[in-house]
Nanobody
Framework: EVQLVESGGGSVQSGESLTLSCAAS????????LAWFRQAPGKPREAVAR????????YYADSVEGRFTVSFDKSKNSLHIQMNTMKSEDTGVYYC????????????????????WGQGTQVTVSS
């Protein structure tokens, strides 16, 4: 089992920045796929960013490319997402997810089929 705990959610104004953190613990391995998803009311859960802890590349949704950046702190097994120039459409519950299957971090992979999930943290962007 892998436990994921998100932190850093809150309310910001349009154009401002916010950073979320995801701390992974439990049966983590040297390499696995970590991701940030978000879900707005009435909409399906969408992947925002994916990062393979055994590599250096991250993949982002088109809607956040150039505004959001993930970083991984290996010493703390934590994935951070720096969200800049935020927009009202970034509002939603943000979830951290993890999976041992490397395919979940492959370029072009889509879907929300991740094995482990955090409880989510609310992000609200006001215009």
């Amino acid at each position: 089992e892998v436990q994921l705990v998100e932190s850093g959610g809150g309310s910001v104004q349009s154009g401002e920045s916010l950073t979320l953190s995801c701390a992974a613990s439990g049966e983590t391995r040297d390499s696995y796929c970590l991701a940030w998803f978000r879900q707005a009311p009435g909409k399906p859960r969408e992947a925002v960013a994916r990062f393979y802890t055994g590599g250096v590349s991250a993949y982002y949704a088109d809607s956040v490319e150039g505004r959001f950046t993930v970083s991984f702190d290996k010493s703390k097994n934590s994935l951070h997402i720096q969200m800049n120039t935020m927009k009202s459409e970034d509002t939603g519950v943000y979830y951290c997810a993890a999976d041992y299957r490397v395919s979940r971090c492959a370029r072009g992979w889509v879907g929300a089929d991740f094995r482990y999930w955090g409880q989510g943290t609310q992000v609200t962007v006001s215009s």
